[in-house]
């Protein structure tokens, strides 16, 4: 049961341009929405989040906008660079049954082309 | 590096056995949570620890249990192993409840 979905494997991008990423989520009991990116090796860094009161939060390049009538959240990254080429996971939490819960989607796979 | 340590890096073992996976958290956080990913699948959550207690349980299979100690790390211990356990193990911290959580390196599982 894949409560939030990345639908896109992979995206290559120039560099200075705008990366899209997408993420689109099934349970309205979501609350809070998180990306994380992740280098191979390594653990999942986090990126930035966004409460569901709110529909937009921006930290430098990155830029989080949440839709919650069509449960869809992007990451936009403003201008792409090299570096920012990495696997993107976006993330959602909420109040269960059994505690706070987290959900993970599949992971895009960011190119930036220099 | 953000802080949070997982051993070992690699572990190799067989069906039927029975592993522990170890994860010391960042410096001040009372939050350990553990997931799981499989070959091209999300992260799936199994379960989280607050200052040592079970505080949330995911998708964590009977054969799975998981404490945290008095110092706040933590261990994962998967029994009766499957192939199908094979995957990658992650542990992340973070400050409180329901904090943004840091990751650990991951162990990766191979059980053959």
């Known amino acids: 049961d894949q409560q939030v979905k990345q639908n896109s494997p992979s995206l290559s991008v120039q560099e200075g341009r705008i990366s899209i990423l997408n993420c689109d989520y099934t349970n309205s009991m979501f609350d809070y929405f998180l990306w994380y990116k992740k280098y191979p090796a390594e653990g999942p860094t986090f990126l930035i989040s966004i409460s569901s009161i709110k529909d937009k939060n921006e930290d430098g390049r990155f830029t989080v906008f949440l839709n919650k009538s069509a449960k869809h959240l992007s990451l936009h990254i403003v201008p792409s660079q090299p570096g920012d080429s990495a696997v993107y996971f976006c993330a959602a939490s909420g109040l269960g049954n059994t505690g706070n819960q987290f959900y993970f989607g599949t992971g895009t796979s960011l190119t930036v082309i220099p | 590096d953000s802080g949070v340590t997982q051993t070992p890096k690699h572990l190799i073992t067989a069906t039927g056995q029975r592993v522990t996976l170890r994860c010391s958290p960042r410096?001040?956080?009372?939050?350990v949570y553990w997931y799981q990913q499989s070959l091209d699948q999300g992260l799936q959550f199994l379960i989280q620890?607050?200052?040592?207690?079970?505080?949330a349980k995911g998708n964590i299979l009977e054969r799975f249990s998981a404490q945290q100690f008095p110092d706040l790390h933590s261990e994962l211990n998967l029994s009766s192993l499957e192939l199908g356990d094979s995957a990658l193990y992650f542990c992340a911290s973070s400050e409180g409840n329901t904090d943004t959580q840091y990751f650990g390196p991951g162990t990766r599982l191979t059980v053959l």
């Open positions: 410096s001040g956080d009372l939050s």
């Open positions: 620890y607050y200052n040592g207690e079970e505080r």
